[in-house]
């Protein structure tokens, strides 16, 4: 995946890859419910929604900012463990680096991977609360 350095908050979410059990990141992905902010290596992140991937994984899109740089990131969870799959970084300006091609690479990603539609509130604070065991 390409990126430019300097444009993500405190590198949290300037690669893909695996999230580090024990970190902040890890920590909101695993527990907080969607909207509300934490500090996250010294940004601000909150999950966006969380949905349910044809495969039956459960993947979260996230919004991450520090200063002028916004993040928009999703972590799907497989094998007990968290996962970046893909990063958007918006620099300061308005300007999207979008690291896949077409214009909405975040959209096209959650639109090829949910299963119908984002969980509801309930739903997932159920889901948070069993571990993330599947139905």
């Given amino acids: 995946?390409?990126?430019r350095s300097g444009d993500t908050p405190g590198g949290l979410v300037a690669a893909t890859g695996p999230v580090a059990p024990g970190s902040?990141?890890?920590?909101?992905?695993?527990?907080a419910p969607?909207?509300?902010a934490r500090?996250?290596?010294g940004a601000t992140a909150a999950a966006r929604f969380t949905f349910r991937t044809q495969g039956g994984d459960w993947?979260?899109?996230l919004a991450v900012s520090s200063g002028t740089s916004r993040n928009a990131a999703i972590a799907c969870r497989r094998d007990g463990g968290w996962r970046v799959d893909l990063v958007g970084v918006e620099a300061a300006g308005g300007e999207v680096y979008r690291p896949a091609g077409g214009d909405e690479p975040l959209r096209e990603?959650?639109?090829a991977l949910i299963d119908g539609e984002p969980i509801e509130r309930d739903a997932e604070r159920a889901l948070v609360a069993r571990g993330w065991a599947r139905d």
């Fill in 1 to 3: 995946m390409g990126q």
């Fill in 24 to 31: 902040s990141l890890h920590a909101l992905l695993e527990s």
């Fill in 34 to 36: 969607s909207g509300e």
């Fill in 39 to 41: 500090e996250v290596d």
């Fill in 59 to 61: 993947c979260r899109e």
């Fill in 109 to 111: 990603a959650v639109d």
